[in-house]
């Protein structure tokens, strides 16, 4: 598509919307939202700085220190050490012959191939399928399990109801909510601003009409969360204030409120679940003498003991939604609430009904609940992965910190293995990881660290090897995506930048100097392997009844909309109807309120049935009294996770260049703080600079700091420190949600938070590090 003045419209797609790059020349001027996405996300346009920035990696580089000593170099050089720019031929044949070096000295459980992260978007150029495919091509590599999103959910729900990906693929739709959905509960709220994203790609933005299709139609929308913005304002919510981490104090005090006023479902409870009695005679105190009354949760939720009763009243006489956010499971004991919301919903006996029930994640990214047919798409194939080692998501710098030592996770007594070279691709764990003071001292171990990478993340300051990639808006590819009927030809909008090169052609290179590129590239090209993939695609379509055009038209035609789905979809809804011909993918094909499975794991902070356990970081504990305000770090407004950071939409809402920070007036006035301020934020683990917002948008005793804003140590390398930019990874916690989940407990922090006066360091994130050419 072409404008005036020779500037052109070329369509791409991303994480968070379909746009058209408009570009003039070489040069991207702007990108412009699909014309029929009726929420187009904030963030896009922070691009357009993003793809030329100083902070892009041009070259392929390696540090000064490895670059002379190969493995036996000072590792903690790693983080503040220059790099030296080299040819790509240097660049890969170095890297390739430690790679050849590693496995044949340590074998394939010393490599760590980590890609954990959004990367870009697109079918064909995606990170983990090409550093995996490449891994698994000379024997394997030891893995993870789980994401950094829903971990503890990914983990308990299995044994309560079923895998949460295909319960995610089968949420009842917006449509049937809006239609037959009396009360939408949310625990952790529904904040619309992490609806912005769909992991491979975003057509229409369907979250917040969705929701106010429902407010429309006279739903009641009630959300618990400590802040109030979780909600869109306009909509009408009502807003019940909660203490992090206590919302399985209140939910076990609604199901004591069931119980007490005869309001569960019993012949629900018969016919559908197993296990009641257990949970019951916990509820009610007849197991441990203490009964999990209102009054009792609202000693430790701060939501009065009345609010409690009449929400559970009103929610057994109405068709009710719960659901529960992937925010408010990332806590220590983060599998306790999502365990709880379905045994609420099956305790209402509403599981199945159009608009009653349960969600798990409802806002948290735009697909949920999405209107589409659904369609498993065709990938690169990664093939077999035969070391058999594997990790939980959040468990890396434990990895690197202890090998050798035993760990348990979901039932199984494990052992973290010896890794002496990590690679990474499509990620930046200085966003996504807890403690990262921890993690630079675990990213000193292994002996080689790879990272491909577009900008000078920390991830990429903290490697031997880098290789620069490119964006999405410098090769072509599909945009085919769970989620969303929309597909997109990603054409190529401007030539790459520097010398980068896609994933795809470095792994290609790596493969050529190790003897197996014929093996890994099957003799294609990028526009060969696109062509694949959509014949694949057309294939399964065929199966599936319906028709895609051909390749050519396709690109020609620039996108193509998947039919409308078949019928309404209804979460679990053929197992409402005939559990005996549908069960689920339990161990009793019935809902586990009490685990038989679990309960002979012997975990005490994950016991056979959902329970109450105080976390060790919260309002209401011993620790509050030396860091009185809890930390919630949750997901930004103007990027997805750190990506885009130094674009113009992320730059655009820091304070005196740092990541903004709201506390409510009754907090702030004491400290003499206010709006505009720079203030420390400080723990035991760590402290950063962030500019602050005054506002009761949050519950007093919280600071809400969102993760993203690059890692910015005043020292680099050191393992303690200022950080400058409001990353707050500086203080969460590592440790893992329980010994069944093992997932991020991030929202189980606390900290004391101080003006700062005075000298303020400057920002240096952005900036690319010293580099010396030769």
């Known amino acids: ?230 909600m869109p304002p306009d909509l009408g919510a009502e807003w019940i204030p909660i203490r992090p981490g206590s919302d399985a ?29 257990r949970f019951r005679a916990y509820v009610m105190g007849e197991s441990d003498g203490q009964p999990k009354t209102p009054e009792w949760a609202a000693q430790i939720s701060m939501v009065p003991a009345d609010t409690i009763r009449d929400l559970t009243r009103r929610m057994a006489s109405s068709r009710t939604m719960i659901n529960a956010t992937w925010s408010m499971q990332r806590a220590e004991y983060g599998e306790q609430p999502v365990w709880l919301t379905v045994v609420l919903a099956a305790m209402l006996g509403q599981i199945g009904t159009p608009g009653g029930g349960f969600g798990i994640g409802y806002s948290s990214e735009n697909g949920v609940g999405n209107p589409v047919k659904f369609f498993h798409w065709p990938s690169v194939s990664q093939g077999i992965n035969n070391v058999k080692d594997v990790i939980p998501v959040a468990r890396i710098s434990d990895m690197l910190l202890n090998p050798g030592q035993p760990f348990q996770f979901d039932g199984k007594d494990l052992t973290y293995p010896d890794i002496r070279m990590v690679y990474w691709a499509g990620g930046n764990p200085f966003h996504h990881h807890q403690d990262l003071h921890k993690l630079v001292e675990a990213f000193r171990r292994p002996e080689t660290i790879i990272v491909n990478e577009i900008w000078w993340t920390g991830m990429a300051r903290h490697a031997d090897i880098v290789f620069p990639s490119t964006t999405a808006l410098e090769r072509n590819d599909l945009s085919i995506t769970h989620w969303e009927p929309l597909s997109v030809a990603m054409k190529q909008a401007i030539p790459r930048v520097g010398d980068s090169r896609p994933d795809y052609e470095i792994f290609s290179g790596l493969a050529r100097n190790l003897g197996f590129a014929e093996r890994y590239t099957e003799g294609r090209n990028e526009m060969d392997w696109l062509r694949h993939l959509w014949d694949q695609s057309r294939q399964r379509a065929a199966e599936a009844g319906f028709e895609l055009p051909d390749f050519e038209t396709f690109w020609e035609q620039e996108t ?127 402290s950063c600079l962030a500019g602050v917002i005054v506002s009761d948008a949050v519950m007093p005793g919280i600071a809400q700091l969102s993760t993203g804003a690059w890692y910015d140590p005043q020292t680099p390398g050191q393992t303690e420190g200022l950080e400058k930019h409001g990353n707050p990874n500086v203080l969460t916690r590592d440790r893992g949600t329980s010994r069944l989940g093992q997932g991020p407990a991030a929202h189980s922090c606390l900290v004391e938070v101080a003006r700062v006066d005075g000298v303020i360091p400057a920002v240096t994130a952005h900036r690319p590090p010293e580099i010396i050419e030769r």
């Not at 746009?19 to 020349?25: C, K, M, T």
């Not at 011993?622 to 996770?641: G, I």
């Open 249 to 277: 104090a209140v939910m076990l005090a609604m199901a004591h409120t069931l119980i007490a006023e005869k309001l569960q479902d019993d012949a629900f409870l018969d016919r559908y679940t197993v296990g009641f009695e």
């Open 1 to 230: 598509m072409s404008t005036a003045i020779n500037r052109r419209l070329i369509p791409t797609s991303t994480h968070w919307g379909t746009y058209y790059a408009e570009v003039e020349g070489d040069r991207l001027i702007a990108v412009h939202d699909y014309a029929k996405d009726p929420a187009p996300a904030i963030i896009g346009p922070g691009i357009v700085e993003a793809v030329t920035h100083e902070s892009r990696i041009g070259r392929p580089m390696i540090r000064k220190g490895w670059l002379d000593k190969r493995e036996h170099s000072d590792r903690t050089g790693r983080g503040r050490e220059p790099f030296v720019a080299v040819p790509w031929d240097e660049a890969l044949e170095m890297a390739a012959a430690e790679i050849k070096r590693i496995k044949e000295t340590h074998g394939n459980t010393a490599f760590y191939a980590g890609s954990y992260g959004w990367a870009s978007a697109g079918r064909f150029h995606h990170a983990n399928s090409h550093i995996h495919r490449f891994f698994n091509q000379i024997g394997g590599y030891v893995r993870h399990e789980g994401t950094y999103s829903y971990a503890a959910a990914q983990q308990i729900l299995p044994h309560v109801v079923g895998p949460i990906k295909p319960l995610l693929d089968t949420h009842t739709t917006w449509p049937v909510l809006a239609e037959h959905c009396e009360m939408l509960v949310s625990f952790g709220g529904m904040p619309v601003k992490n609806a912005q994203v769909t992991s491979g790609g975003v057509g229409q933005h369907t979250c917040y009409h969705g929701l106010k299709a429902c407010a429309d139609n006279g739903c009641e929308l009630v959300y618990l969360s400590p802040i109030r913005i979780d």
């Open 560 to 686: 193509f909309e998947l039919p409308e789905a078949d019928k309404p979809t209804i979460l679990l809804e053929a197992f409402r109807t005939d559990p005996d011909a549908n069960p689920l993918p339990t161990p009793s094909g019935k809902i586990e309120i009490f685990s038989e499975t679990i309960d002979g794991f012997g975990y005490d902070d994950c016991p056979g049935h959902p329970v109450w356990r105080e976390p060790d970081e919260w309002l209401g504990g011993k620790l509050a009294q030396t860091y009185p305000l809890h930390l919630m770090s949750n997901q930004p407004r103007t990027r997805l996770h750190s990506q885009l950071d130094p674009g113009s939409v992320s730059m655009g809402s820091k304070i005196a260049d740092r990541e903004p920070m709201t506390i409510h007036p009754d907090d702030a006035a004491p400290r003499g703080i206010k709006s505009g301020d720079v203030v420390r934020v400080w723990n035991d683990r760590g």
